[in-house]
């Protein structure tokens, strides 16, 4: 009974204590899921809220907002590697604005152009996370493929693409077609890169190596120790070679080094495709005809 | 009573029935690439199955007044299919067309599955009203044989739905499918043609 009563007084402290320790600051429901701003100790997070569990989108050091928190942010970095000072950046899935905040601050005169489907998303941006909009720094909503199908049309160029529009959960399928990538191509400057956040696991890694491929020949995979995220840098028309990388890790690390990317870590991180192909030669290619990735995210 | 001929024509509704759905489904992801796949490209495509499976049930209605026949039945389903190729072959000039000239992709999605959707959906609405018309032969039992229609060619829809969504796309790029169905369905067209031919044919026999 004593025994009882203990456990009974632990699940309770454990719960009050959970609960105490992490704080909803702010909810919502979007047009397209729910939003959740969470705040747990110095650490504030936007959240999407599903049923099964909340996966965290975007996260902020609220006493230092310029320190990144997720490693694929920082990997995506990486891309500084291959280009030097992007003059047209293009953002597909803002998040709470931190790549688009970092890549201002780093070159002011860039213009940035933040691509995101759910306004409710750059709102909580704006409100929570400190998203910095200028005249240089805008932000459009629409569906990423609408986006570069118009600038297509209109002759526009980025010399930095980054593709951030996948959740955990869900695969925006039409994002992840070698049409797709075919009409990014076709908006990419001269000289510049794709920078592509996507999956390490699953069935689909392969599926989307295999179409990247078919596109944009050799890559580049950026991958943390822990293997949860890969970066694809794609796009470039030159390998760089070892001391090129070295000389531009040198130029970049303090550049970098107060918002805690360390990109000489990051620089051993890069797997060349070039060098060896982790999926097989047969592998079926995805398009707008056949893209079940979400089926084949398992 | 189920005859051989009933039980065709149940079949042949429980097959459009499958069709409808399968191709209302594969719609969306033929407008993604243009339009998105936000909650309004489903606006569209919903609202143009709804409005032309409308016109259909009046069109079909109407045809089946006078000399209603199991060809004539056959001929709705070969029209049907014809008018399901062009979504394979011409979407995408069609949607390329439209989003070069409408910004909104509202109005864009909704004029895109208007063009690709319309024309066929209504030849697809347009036989379950014959059915009835072919399978009632007294008045008494007209609800239930439109009961029991309707539950087949629902049926149908359900199971199109979810086999295309679940099965269908994992093996198939989305234009063999829609090519899959407009052969299935001109198949069908043709056997029920047949099958009346056959049977005028056997009429004669035995009266001779």
Redo the contacts between chains.
């Keep these: 009974m004593h025994k009882l009563k203990l456990l009974f007084i632990s699940i309770m402290a454990l719960l009050f204590s959970a609960h105490s320790m992490s704080n909803v600051v702010h909810k919502e429901r979007s ?2 899921r729910n939003l959740l701003v969470e705040e747990t100790g110095d650490l504030r997070c936007l959240k999407f809220d599903e049923k099964t569990r909340q996966s965290s989108q975007s996260c902020m050091y609220i006493s230092d907002p310029k320190k990144l928190v997720f490693n694929y942010t920082k990997l995506a970095f990486s891309s500084l590697l291959l280009i030097d000072n992007p003059k047209n950046v293009l953002i597909i899935g803002l998040g709470g604005g931190t790549l688009s905040n970092m890549i201002h601050e780093l070159y002011p005169k860039a213009h940035i152009e933040n691509v995101e ?1 759910d306004p409710s998303v750059i709102k909580v941006a704006r409100d929570y996370f400190n998203f910095i909009e200028t005249d240089n720094v805008t932000t459009k909503v629409q ?1 990423g ?2 986006f570069i ?1 118009r600038a297509a ?1 209109k002759s526009q160029q980025f010399d930095w693409i980054i593709l951030d529009a996948f959740n955990g959960d869900y695969i ?3 994002l992840l ?1 070698k ?2 990538f075919e009409e990014i191509k076709s908006v990419l400057a001269e000289g510049g890169i794709v920078a592509a956040n996507t999956f390490s696991s699953s069935k689909l890694y392969e599926h989307e190596s295999a179409t990247y491929h078919a596109v944009f020949g050799d890559f580049i995979n950026v991958t943390a120790n822990n293997n949860s995220n890969r970066i694809i840098l794609a796009g470039y028309n030159k390998t760089p070679t070892e001391q090129q990388i070295a000389q531009r890790v040198k130029q970049l690390a303090p550049l970098l080094a107060p918002y805690d990317v360390d990109i000489e870590a990051i620089s051993q991180r890069m797997f060349f495709t070039k060098d060896g192909k982790d999926w097989p030669s047969d592998t079926k290619v995805l ?6 990735a979400n ?2 995210n398992f | 009573m189920l005859t051989k001929t009933n039980a065709l024509i149940y079949f042949l509704a429980f097959s459009s029935g499958f069709s409808i759905m399968g191709i209302e489904l594969l719609g969306g ?1 033929i407008l ?8 309004h490209i489903w606006g569209s495509i919903i609202t143009v199955f709804m409005l032309s499976l409308s016109f259909g049930y009046l069109l079909g209605g109407k045809l089946s007044i006078r000399h209603p026949s199991l060809t004539k039945y056959g001929l709705i389903f070969l029209v049907a299919s014809i008018m399901v190729v062009p979504i394979a072959l011409f979407a995408e000039p069609i949607m390329a067309f439209i ?2 000239h409408i910004e909104d ?1 509202r109005y864009g999605s909704l004029l895109a599955s208007t063009a690709l959707f319309f024309i066929p959906t209504i030849i697809l609405g347009m036989i379950s009203p014959y059915s009835v018309r072919l399978l009632v032969t007294n008045s008494e039992r007209s609800g239930q044989v439109a009961g029991g229609l309707y539950f087949v060619s629902t049926l149908g829809s359900a199971l199109g739905t979810i086999i295309t969504s ?1 099965y269908m ?2 093996a ?5 499918i829609i090519l899959g169905f407009a052969g299935v369905l001109g198949t069908l067209g043709l056997i029920a043609i047949s099958f009346d031919k056959l049977k005028v044919r056997e009429a004669v026999y035995a009266q001779a």
């Excluded at chain 1, 398009?287 to 079940?292: A, E, F, G, M, V």
């Design positions: 047009l397209y489907i569906d493929r609408i199908k049309l925006p399928e039409h077609t049409e797709f398009t707008d005809q056949y893209s079940p089926l084949l | 992801r993604a690439p243009y339009f998105g796949s936000s909650v989003f070069s992709s679940f796309v994992l198939f790029d989305v234009n063999t």
